[in-house]
């Protein structure tokens, strides 16, 4: 099967704890995105990477970091959770001039 | 950078019923513009897209217009069934902030009542 595949699909952690999440595409993609959606539904764009080169959005905390070993995966570190971070991660992929497919995302709930 | 504005925030009809999402954006060198759909507890699914050189395109059900000059897209869904329930994104793509970001609106929550 080829998609974006995330995991876990749900964390519970408490504030001040280090999380990851992880993110792999069977798509033969070029790019790999990470994006936040908030309660109420809105999407940020957090990250991008491409052919080694990362895009971040300035106004991510510098906690976030991704990390990638090749182009089917980029994950996500937070390295000291905070309680605003509660939120659906959403990773996705595209290849060039194409759309975007999602995978279905990492709850966080931090406590 | 581009700002996206989708209007109506919230939509609720009867199944059969029509309905028009207007998007509207900021940077006039966005030159795709694809939409998706979040359903309930599901994954964001693409469902349409136009390109800046055309001005209309359709889909089955699915109608996106598109005003060059004005900055302004709207989706038109005919014959509504509950199952175009979703959130429904407009996600203009900017060519100034690298080639490949997707910036999206705030999003139109559709219900269509049985």
């Known amino acids: 099967e080829t998609a974006v595949f995330q995991t876990p699909n749900y964390h519970v952690t408490q504030v001040g704890n280090e999380v990851s999440f992880n993110c792999k595409q069977t798509?033969?993609?070029?790019?790999m995105y990470w994006y936040k959606q908030d309660s109420k539904k809105l999407l940020k764009i957090m990250f991008s990477?491409?052919?080694?080169?990362?895009?971040v959005n300035e106004t991510v905390p510098r906690r976030f970091s991704p990390q990638s070993s090749d182009k089917a995966h980029l994950n996500l570190r937070i390295k000291s959770v905070e309680p605003e971070d509660s939120a659906v991660y959403l990773c996705?992929?595209?290849?060039?001039?194409?759309?975007?497919?999602f995978g279905s995302g990492t709850r966080l709930l931090v406590i | 950078g581009e700002q996206v504005e989708q209007l109506p925030s919230s939509l609720i009809v009867q199944e059969g019923a029509s309905v028009l999402i207007n998007c509207s954006y900021t940077?006039?060198?966005?030159?795709?513009f694809p939409w998706y759909k979040q359903e309930p507890g599901k994954r964001l699914q693409f469902i349409i897209d136009?390109?800046?050189?055309?001005e209309r395109k359709q889909n089955q059900r699915l109608t996106l217009l598109f005003d060059k000059k004005t900055k302004h897209l709207s989706l038109h869904i005919t014959a509504t069934q509950p199952g175009d329930s979703a959130i429904y994104f407009c996600?203009?793509?900017?060519?100034?902030?690298?080639?490949?970001?997707?910036?999206f609106g705030s999003g139109t929550q559709l219900t269509v009542m049985p």
């Open positions: 996705a992929s595209s290849g060039q001039n194409s759309d975007y497919t």
């Open positions: 798509l033969g993609h070029d790019t």
């Open positions: 990477y491409n052919n080694k080169q990362l895009i």
């Open positions: 940077d006039s060198a966005s030159v795709y």
């Open positions: 136009i390109r800046s050189n055309m």
């Open positions: 996600s203009p793509k900017p060519a100034s902030s690298g080639s490949w970001q997707l910036i």
